[in-house]
């Protein structure tokens, strides 16, 4: 939520907002800076939104705040047969996205969303069928991670977090970055860097940004999908870097050592898997630091491209591991209650918060 102090020199969006942030607020407010740092681990390490159970926070203070408008809530929880949960999360205005809590031995990820909507429109996702509505906040972003770990029986197994949900967050690069810090910072939840990965569909511009913002030890992914520029042109049609131009911007940013790229490759029948296609994949990455998942696509109701035959599917993987690089296949999580990879939703169906 925005909030706009009496000289109305500063609008914060509290949730989102970092300790410094914070402790300058409460200077406006006429408080010592030290009350921010407690806001911000209440809300953060803690947990908790509600400033009647803030009790070191003055009651002075809980009139010049006001009611603290949580910046989201839990709507409709799916659970898939393999474990994996889909929690719809319900934004201030009417609109929603979606997160992901996906089990994985003893450990949870969850997958988290930054834009409701995405402009990038990848031709075989469901997510940016519709198009860009608005980015998430930073607060938003937070707090679907607060949430989950409220809503969940044993929030201490949730360590890693992708950007893999809705949107493209290297288009909503400063929420991204100010979320990343929030959910890093020692008296936040203390998540580990290099445990949150960023997944771009190859926006280069944010990838050096993020290389200039000194993030560099958080983990990158790419979404390349193909190495030739026309069959990329079709797949990722919104954004106009090439894959060469991606592989230039992974060459020259800072990953740190023993550290490898991410690159996601959404095998499509008849599109990009063909023997061919593997080659000219070698070709580009095989001077980089990076390790390939190999997805299949899951399909949707807005797309008529299929995912290629087992057979395929591990022909293509021989040629990049016969060269030497490490390519995974992922298995899909999720998809009986379409919270796989590309089938998530944002929507604006719900009633205003409040
Ligand atoms: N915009 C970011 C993050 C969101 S998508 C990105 O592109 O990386 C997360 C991953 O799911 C991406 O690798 C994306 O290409 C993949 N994906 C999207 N639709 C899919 C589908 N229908 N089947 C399989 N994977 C899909």
């Known amino acids: 939520m925005a909030m706009t102090t009496e000289n109305e020199k500063h609008t914060v969006d509290v949730f989102g907002a970092t300790e410094e942030e914070l402790c300058a607020l409460m200077g406006a407010l006429g408080q010592p ?26 009651r002075d203070l809980h009139q010049k705040l006001g009611a603290l408008n949580p910046p989201a809530r839990i709507g409709t929880v799916l659970r898939s047969a393999d474990g994996t949960r889909k929690l719809e999360v319900l934004l201030g205005d009417d609109t929603a996205v979606e997160t992901v809590l996906i089990p994985e031995g003893d450990k949870l990820t969850q997958c988290i969303s930054s834009q409701v909507g995405c402009a990038v429109r990848c031709a075989f996702c469901r997510s940016g069928h519709d198009g860009l509505r608005r980015n998430l906040t930073a607060g938003e972003i937070v707090a679907q991670v607060t949430l989950a770990r409220a809503y969940h029986e044993a929030p201490e197994k949730l360590r890693n977090i992708v950007f893999m949900g809705i949107g493209e967050p290297l288009h909503n690069t400063k929420n991204v970055l100010a979320a990343l810090d929030i959910l890093t910072h020692p008296r936040g939840l203390n998540l580990s860097k290099r445990r949150v990965t960023i997944s771009t569909a190859g926006v280069v511009r944010g990838i050096d940004a993020l290389a200039e913002a000194a993030r560099g030890d958080v983990a990158l992914a790419v979404s390349l999908h193909a190495a030739d520029p026309a069959t990329r042109a079709r797949l990722v049609p919104g ?45 580009l990455l095989s001077h980089l630091r990076v ?25 293509f993987q021989k040629i990049l591991t016969d060269k030497g690089l490490t390519a995974i296949l992922r298995r899909r999580r999720g998809a009986d209650i379409n919270a796989a990879c590309g089938q998530l939703l944002g929507t604006g169906r719900h009633k205003p918060l409040r």
Do not use: C
């Open 33 to 58: 800076p030290f009350r921010g740092r407690q806001l911000f681990e209440w809300l953060h390490k803690k947990g908790v939104w509600d400033l009647e159970r803030m009790t070191n926070l003055p």
């Open 291 to 315: 390790k390939i998942n190999l997805l299949t696509l899951n399909p949707h109701d807005k797309t008529d491209l299929a995912p290629p035959s087992q057979e395929r599917v591990l022909a």
């Open 239 to 283: 954004l106009k870097d090439t894959p060469e131009e991606i592989a230039a911007a992974l060459k020259r940013y800072p990953l740190p050592q023993r550290r490898r790229f991410t690159i996601e490759y959404v095998l499509i029948d008849g599109v990009n898997d063909s023997e061919q296609d593997a080659r000219l994949l070698v070709r």
